[in-house]
């Protein structure tokens, strides 16, 4: 069964910087797209940064400048570096997944477990 797996979170400072990691695991072919989703108390889950197989990024606009997505796609594994953090980034954080499992032709999406960010002085 495929999994991801994040890891990272944690408790950090207003200005302070966190790196979150993302492990895909399973019987997988190839990866197409990864993203960052987060969702806060009360708040629908929202996207933060994808990153394709090639390496183009999207973000949003409440993080742009401050947070980078990346992977490495030896490691099949996503990462996302958060830098002068704000309050308002205090959330769950979720890996996602497009991806085309070994054998099958259809492309399939997954969710990691989430991982919780607060960030708090």
């Known amino acids: 069964q495929v999994q991801l797996v994040e890891s990272g979170g944690g408790l950090v400072q207003p200005g302070g910087s966190l790196t979150l990691s993302c492990a895909v695991s399973g019987s997988i072919f190839s990866i197409n797209a990864m993203g960052w989703y987060r969702q806060a108390p009360g708040k629908q889950r929202e996207l933060v940064a994808a990153?394709?197989?090639?390496?183009?990024?999207n973000y949003a606009d409440s993080v742009k400048g401050r947070f980078t997505i990346s992977r490495d796609n030896a490691k099949n594994t996503a990462y996302l570096q958060m830098n002068r953090m704000e309050p308002e980034d205090t959330a769950v954080y979720y890996c996602?997944?497009?991806?085309?499992?070994?054998?099958?032709?259809?492309?399939?999406?997954?969710w990691g477990q989430g991982t919780q960010v607060t960030v708090s002085s």
């Open positions: 996602n997944a497009d991806l085309y499992v070994l054998g099958v032709l259809t492309k399939k999406n997954y």
């Open positions: 990153i394709t197989s090639g390496g183009s990024t």
